[in-house]
């Protein structure tokens, strides 16, 4: 079991679809983390939120939206995907954004667009 | 330029071998982290190095880092089935004012009954 819960474990949609995928601590974390993750490659970052607000953003496109609503939860909402969107979605914890600080990761979105 | 060079990338490997996974940089690090990914869950962390020279023990795992904090390694002993997995080392450097998740490329293992 990991403390950071990612929801729902599989999505399916289409190009045209707007879907948000959920991520839940609570171990009291102010950093926290999306990735995407293609087969057999290192999770690439996407966004990063220190503090609830959004501290990097890795040049991803427009059609991924981040939110923060609290210092609990973190959603990535998705619209307009394209078929090279499907990949596994990652989602990480901090206790801070700090060097030496490690990352609690769930177990993951298995998104695929159709 | 990767700024983590993870080596192997791949390997496939027989039930009681010995192998090692290796992580170099020319940067230094204060910390580095190791963690494994099986297939269908999330990275799990196995281990930070901070101290140069420094080794670590987790059962038949062993991580060092190296003298300078530019490298580190880490070493399987009689490896087994459920070692199966993706190895990750991960570290991050400052910049722009903020600290950049950044991970190696992975070491893809394959441990054979």
């Known amino acids: 079991d990991t403390e950071v819960t990612q929801t729902p474990k599989h999505l399916v949609m289409g190009m045209t679809n707007k879907k948000s995928l959920k991520c839940e601590q609570h171990m009291g974390h102010r950093a926290m983390y999306w990735y995407k993750q293609k087969a057999k490659k290192p999770p690439e970052l996407m966004f990063v939120y220190s503090y609830e607000k959004l501290s990097i953003n890795e040049s991803v496109p427009s059609r991924f939206s981040p939110e923060c609503p609290n210092s609990s939860l973190l959603n990535l909402h998705l619209h307009a995907l394209q078929p090279e969107d499907s990949a596994l979605y990652l989602c990480?914890?901090?206790?801070?954004?700090?060097?030496?600080?490690?990352?609690?990761f769930g177990d993951g979105t298995r998104l695929s667009i159709l | 330029t990767q700024l983590l060079e993870q080596s192997p990338q791949f390997l496939s490997i027989q039930e009681g071998e010995n192998l090692t996974v290796y992580c170099n940089s020319s940067s230094v690090f204060s910390s580095l982290q190791w963690y494994r990914q099986e297939p269908g869950e999330g990275p799990v962390l196995l281990v930070t190095v901070v101290t140069g020279g420094e080794v670590k023990k987790l059962k038949r795992l062993t991580f060092q880092f190296g003298d300078a904090r530019k490298d580190s390694s880490l070493h399987i002993t009689a490896a087994q089935p459920g070692d199966t997995g993706l190895y990750l080392c991960a570290t991050h450097p400052e910049a722009g004012g903020s600290y950049i998740p950044t991970f190696g490329r992975g070491t893809s293992l394959i441990v054979h009954p």
């Open positions: 990480a914890s901090s206790q801070v954004l700090r060097e030496d600080q490690p990352q609690h």
